[in-house]
């Protein structure tokens, strides 16, 4: 009977100590945490270029492509990037996605200049949809389901008109936006949005259809702002302020929406 009590808590420590161990044998064979996916859309049509957020907006990006693809005081490395138009002169159009190679070992300013290179303001339709359904594609098409997936979109966030036969019920309009092909994509889908009015951000919360897909939305006042936390004395990689700007208020981890 003596025995047996002294191989019970043994026996239970040498439990502990082993799931304690694995963790960090785990830790040391792979990544701590899953990389992410970045998409990220740029809204290159004629009402978010005549609300002159469009020009503020790509200078932001560059900075944001840079900070995150360097890691830069704690901003997540992306294990793929791709950054594509959110428009086009016509409805399901086609878009090309520049991938994260586009983007290696740039510093910002040949980003930005890359950027303005690529979207220049002349695209007709703002159409989400289309968007969405080439992030589910690719991310299908190259096997990134396990990875959680970040869409960041600078816009103004107004839907094309003519994607309704409703013109006048902005409700109507929003519930056209379709996440359908995000739902079940990955564990984890967060959308941002950048540079929308309070009212719009408002109402892609109320009334667009979703489930799983988690909605965070940044006042363009807010993004103005970002300017403000440079150190023009400073190298791009020494932007401490700003880093952590974007991480308390762009990259904000989105909690799960209640069903």
């Not at 998409?39 to 609300?51: E, P, T």
């Not at 090309?96 to 586009?102: L, N, R, S």
């Not at 040949?110 to 289309?130: C, G, H, M, S, V």
Request: aromatic residues 12%; hydrophobic residues 40%; charged residues 25%.
């Amino acid at each position: 009977m003596k025995r047996c009590r002294v191989i019970g808590p043994v026996l239970i420590a040498g439990l502990v100590c082993l799931a304690l161990l694995a963790p960090g044998c785990n830790l040391q064979q792979g990544e701590k945490k899953p990389r992410m996916t970045f998409f990220i859309g740029v809204d290159a049509s004629g009402s978010f270029y005549n609300s002159e957020d469009y020009e503020d907006s790509l200078s932001f990006l560059a900075h944001y492509i840079y900070g995150h693809m360097n890691g830069l005081d704690g901003l997540d490395v992306p294990r793929e990037l791709f950054v594509a138009s959110i428009g086009g002169s016509g409805q399901d159009e086609p878009k090309a996605f520049h991938p994260y190679h586009d983007f290696k070992g740039k510093e910002v300013s040949q980003i930005e200049a890359d950027l303005r290179e690529w979207f220049p303001p002349k695209d007709r339709y703002t159409d989400f949809n289309a968007f969405f359904r080439q992030v589910a594609r690719i991310t299908k098409e190259r096997n990134l389901v396990l990875a959680p997936i970040t869409i960041m979109v600078v816009t103004d966030g107004i839907p094309d008109f003519a994607m309704v036969t409703n013109r006048t019920d902005s409700a109507e309009v929003y519930k056209q936006i379709d996440f359908s092909s995000l739902e079940y994509l990955a564990r984890r889908v967060t959308l941002r949005l950048a540079y929308v009015s309070p009212k719009v951000g408002d109402n892609w919360r109320r009334y667009v259809p979703r489930k799983r897909v988690r909605l965070w939305t940044v006042d363009a006042e807010i993004m103005r702002g970002w300017n403000e936390q440079r150190s023009f004395s400073a190298t791009s990689a020494s932007q401490h302020r700003l880093w952590e700007w974007i991480q308390d208020n762009v990259d904000y981890r989105v909690r799960a929406r209640a069903i």
